[in-house]
């Protein structure tokens, strides 16, 4: 029967790690954790939470600690997580990698949180490898990714993740961006690294030096990357953000083809529509039916778990909520109360799986 050992770095992480410990804990034969560096109690919770701790000098390079702390097991099977992230779902699932052959990299739900801007919690998942046979090596000086050689594939372990929280993502502000400069001098071509730093500096709002960061990745993605529909997204955003609409909308028309089966593409799309439209009254008569159009699209396609990046609700009651307020805008007093009753139904709908990710069942959309 074949082990499987949850590897972990970490470095001052006493708010969750005995959350997450706790999670993997009925799942996995044995922990560890390196420590890069702890000045908090993080080293005496994983011992009391029956994790093995090592020590490990911080070189400014998260694949030479992920790599050093892989080394400390024999087990076939590692599953990585970081302390921010907890098991929610699935996690008895892995008892079936017992009796396979380590000849795979898993890919596990990671569903991240993240503070909405009209006020609540959202939940964006991504499809990450975090089961690693013995062997696999990661790369990458920050953002770090296994080297590629084997296949991969979807496994049904859901992961939470919050440290995208407001709360939480400011004790590490500024860690990420002066790795990505050291890593962007090395390999001042890789789209990967711009986008990365793109997404850094753009929820920091720094919007204008994303944006530059963005078209240098848009230049070079490979049409099959993972990350690009974030990339899309992230594009569109930023640059609704800085005003510049007449960009956004011809990258959208030129990204449309792709993302035809996309609701979070048609729920972007139509919130640069309407800003266009705010900021542009005299085309509003062509522009509101439009955006209408895009979040009824959004809703048709439906939730998309599968989809890299989506984020929850955009397919059922986010983009049914925007209905009801573009509606109330226009004085349709009865389309208003009807997809606001509707967004109430799909968001309820929705909490059968409240912390997966996997938003509304099907069927739900309703013209």
């Not at 990967?192 to 070079?220: M, T, V």
């Not at 996309?262 to 266009?276: E, I, K, Q, Y």
């Amino acid at each position: 029967m074949n082990r499987i050992a949850l590897v972990m770095i970490v470095r001052d992480e006493a708010r969750s790690l005995e959350r997450c410990l706790v999670s993997a804990l009925p799942w996995v034969d044995e922990m560890i954790v390196l420590d890069t560096g702890s000045v908090d109690a993080t080293p005496s919770i994983a011992r009391r939470v029956g994790a093995r701790v090592a020590q490990f000098t911080w070189c400014h390079d998260f694949a030479a600690a992920r790599n050093a702390a892989l080394a400390l097991t024999d087990a076939p099977w590692r599953l990585v997580l970081d302390a921010d992230e907890w098991i929610t779902h699935g996690g008895a699932s892995l008892g079936s990698l017992r009796s396979q052959d380590a000849a795979f990299v898993g890919q596990v739900n990671v569903a991240s949180q993240f503070d909405r801007a009209e006020g609540g919690t959202g939940h964006a998942p991504s499809w990450l490898p975090r089961l690693l046979p013995a062997g696999v090596r990661y790369s990458g000086r920050i953002h770090e990714q296994p080297e590629p050689g084997l296949p991969r594939r979807r496994l049904p372990l859901v992961v939470a993740h919050d440290g995208y929280l407001d709360a939480h993502k400011a004790a590490k502000a500024g860690r990420n961006e002066a790795l990505l400069r050291l890593a962007l001098a090395e390999e001042p071509e890789d789209a990967y690294l711009h986008y990365q730093l793109g997404k850094d500096l753009e929820l920091r709002g720094c919007y204008a030096a994303a944006e530059l960061l963005y078209q240098r990745a848009l230049a070079a993605v490979h049409d099959a990357a993972a990350w690009r529909h974030d990339l899309v997204l992230r594009s569109l955003f930023t640059l609704k953000k800085l005003g510049r609409f007449e960009a956004a909308l011809a990258l959208a028309e030129a990204e449309r083809p792709r993302w035809a089966g996309s609701p979070d593409f048609f729920f972007t799309l139509g919130d640069v529509l309407l800003d266009t439209a705010v900021a542009a009254p005299a085309r509003a008569g062509e522009l509101l039916p439009a955006v209408e159009a895009s979040w009824l699209r959004a809703l048709e396609i439906g939730e998309q778990p599968q989809l890299h990046d989506t984020v929850r609700g955009r397919g059922s009651w986010l983009a049914a909520h925007n209905l009801g307020v573009l509606h109330a805008g226009l004085g349709h007093t009865l389309q208003a109360t009807h997809w606001r009753e509707r967004a109430a139904v799909m968001q309820r709908e929705s909490e059968v799986f409240p912390d997966t990710g996997w938003g509304t069942a099907p069927g739900l959309f309703a013209p």
